[in-house]
């Protein structure tokens, strides 16, 4: 945004906004079209500064993501590899079974073509943020061999997507994260 003139930043901070609220009411899907009426800009507005759906989705989801990573460094020092990894999971899963959208945005994301993706998507910076936790984890034997970040961020967005709707999609989420951690069968 550095460089743009002082209007196309308020348009740039107003649009944001206006997506954010519309997101977590409608989801995903929120009318690109209503967010410009309700911004009071043209649609070649909201084009120019989010020239793809996907563009303004990761900006919306782009500054919890931040704070996802970071909390992925933070808890990348912890003693015990199996603990950080299943407390940022944690975090990343109450974040994504209440933010309205984030689920099936990563799984857009996840079902992308490789030349699709942007650097910036929400999913490679979780992927990216995510790896050394669990690289870590499955070096100190705490997770099962060949378990991929991508593979933990998969069953994230899948019990996120199966709880959008529930009345309590947060404990619910946790409770399948239980259930999933812990297997469906006892040994």
């Given at each position: 945004?550095?460089?743009?003139?002082?209007?196309?930043?308020?348009?740039?901070?107003?649009?944001?906004?206006?997506?954010?609220?519309?997101?977590?009411?409608?989801?995903?899907?929120?009318?690109?079209?209503q967010?410009?009426?309700t911004?009071?800009?043209?649609?070649?507005?909201?084009r120019?500064?989010?020239?793809?759906?996907?563009?303004?989705l990761?900006?919306?989801?782009?500054?919890?993501?931040?704070?996802?990573?970071?909390?992925?460094?933070?808890?990348?020092?912890?003693?015990?590899?199996?603990?950080?990894?299943?407390?940022?999971?944690?975090?990343?899963?109450?974040?994504?079974?209440?933010?309205?959208?984030?689920?099936?945005?990563?799984n857009?994301?996840?079902?992308?073509?490789?030349?699709?993706?942007?650097?910036?998507?929400?999913?490679?910076?979780?992927?990216?943020?995510?790896?050394?936790?669990?690289?870590?984890?499955?070096?100190?034997?705490?997770?099962?061999?060949?378990?991929?970040?991508?593979?933990?961020?998969?069953?994230?967005?899948?019990?996120?997507?199966?709880?959008?709707?529930?009345?309590?999609?947060?404990?619910?989420?946790?409770?399948?994260?239980?259930?999933?951690?812990?297997?469906?069968?006892?040994?």
């Amino acid at each position: 945004m550095a460089g743009q003139r002082a209007d196309a930043r308020r348009n740039y901070t107003l649009l944001l906004a206006v997506a954010e609220r519309a997101i977590a009411e409608q989801g995903a899907d929120a009318s690109l079209e209503q967010i410009a009426r309700t911004a009071g800009v043209g649609s070649g507005t909201v084009r120019r500064h989010f020239p793809t759906r996907h563009a303004l989705l990761a900006a919306v989801f782009r500054k919890q993501t931040d704070v996802l990573a970071d909390r992925a460094r933070d808890l990348a020092g912890r003693p015990d590899s199996r603990a950080a990894l299943l407390e940022w999971l944690g975090e990343l899963l109450a974040f994504a079974a209440t933010t309205r959208g984030l689920a099936e945005t990563l799984n857009r994301d996840h079902a992308a073509d490789p030349g699709e993706a942007h650097d910036h998507c929400a999913t490679a910076r979780l992927t990216e943020a995510g790896q050394p936790l669990v690289s870590r984890a499955a070096a100190d034997g705490a997770l099962t061999p060949g378990v991929t970040i991508d593979d933990l961020l998969s069953l994230i967005t899948g019990i996120a997507l199966a709880t959008e709707h529930h009345p309590d999609a947060a404990t619910e989420a946790k409770r399948l994260l239980g259930l999933t951690i812990a297997g469906v069968s006892p040994a």
